[in-house]
């Protein structure tokens, strides 16, 4: 399959990928080593807290999400990474081995003006859980590569 | 963590500082975000970054953690001098996370953070919230990160 461009995403497409799984283990070990909160951690404690059960650090959900662009087109992309993200929600508790989906929709997209090779694509991520709930969103702007431009003519 | 009420806009703290390494970038872009130019270092020379740098996710995600750590340390001092403790709530989200320059190996991030906003929960009365202003700088003191981000935090205990 070839690489996807810049000019390949056009407003209103639509990228879709999952479910994934998210094994307690797995939960359990990122918020060991990035987000060590009880609610995060610890079954039995994480009941005494507003979220009133063990659920994911929202920095996994960014994470697993990030992850899930990847396997869904960015590593098939001219990807240049992002230069940041717009607004993060994250609207309900993930729950341990809940299976997330990934869809990811292109909002609109324009040229780099310093840049001729390069191109923005800002999109909508969300995150649905196993019961079709909306558990998360994300909007950001990646930034692609775009495919080789005509030579410009020679000044007469 | 502070009660709502004692907290203050305009207050700031440095929380900690994190160096980045061939093995944390690749560890965690192996993981979160395979991606070239976070997994090898002749492709990540190729592109316009210029050298391996660890994908924004680990910058952000070390903030974290270095904001965990930063307020047990501070409730254990609350605790020694006898005051109250509240408990930090989950969040709702952040927003505006900009990542300004390219965190290479060997780049040290200093973490700071900043009450930029408080008010009252309306569903419930016995939190607040808070927004944070959160960022780091490397060792050359360019900011690197910054975003905003929200949390519940609990409030004074009132008589019923």
């Known amino acids: 399959m070839s690489q996807l461009q810049w000019e390949d995403f056009t407003p209103g497409r639509v990228f879709e990928h999952g479910p994934r799984r998210l ?29 009133g059960g063990l659920a994911a650090s929202g920095w996994y959900a960014c994470c697993i999400l990030m992850r899930m662009c990847v396997d869904a087109f960015v590593g098939n992309s001219s990807s240049m990474g992002a230069p940041g993200v717009d607004e993060v ?22 040229a780099s003006k310093s840049r001729p090779d390069m191109g923005f694509v800002r999109f909508e991520f969300e995150l649905f859980n196993a019961r079709d709930q909306r558990v998360m969103t994300l909007i950001t702007s990646l930034m692609l590569g775009r495919r080789e431009q005509a030579a410009p003519k020679a000044a007469l | 963590m ?4 004692d907290m203050a806009v305009g207050e700031r703290a440095e929380i900690g500082r994190y160096t980045f390494t ?3 970038i690749k560890g965690f872009a192996r993981r979160f975000d395979p991606q070239p130019f976070h997994l090898d270092e002749a492709a990540a020379a190729r592109s316009h970054f210029g050298a391996l740098c660890a994908s924004g996710w680990h910058t952000a995600s070390v903030w974290m953690r270095l904001m965990v750590e930063h307020q047990n340390r501070e409730d254990e001092a609350r605790r020694a001098r006898g005051e109250p403790i509240a408990a930090l709530g989950p969040s709702p989200g952040f ?21 930029i906003e408080k008010r009252a929960s309306n569903s419930r009365p016995d ?34």
Do not use: C
């Not at chain 1, 094994?23 to 979220?51: G, N, S, Y």
């Not at chain 2, 502070?2 to 009420?5: F, R």
């Open chain 1, 23 to 51: 094994p307690r283990d797995e939960m359990i070990a990122f918020a060991a080593e990035f987000d060590p909160q009880l609610m995060h951690l610890d079954e039995e404690a994480a009941r005494a807290t507003m979220l």
């Open chain 2, 22 to 24: 061939t093995d944390n």
């Open chain 1, 89 to 110: 929600r994250w609207l309900l508790p993930i729950l341990p081995d809940d299976a997330l989906s990934l869809r990811a929709t292109v909002l609109e997209t324009r």
């Open chain 2, 127 to 160: 939190w607040g919230l808070m927004s944070i202003r959160n960022s780091g700088v490397n060792q050359k003191g360019e900011p690197v990160i910054s975003f905003v981000s929200v949390a519940f935090v609990e409030r004074r205990k009132r008589a019923a």
């Open chain 2, 95 to 115: 927003r505006e996370l900009k990542w300004l320059k390219p965190v290479y190996v060997g780049d040290t991030v200093i973490y700071s953070t900043e009450v």
């Open chain 2, 2 to 5: 502070k009660l709502w009420e």
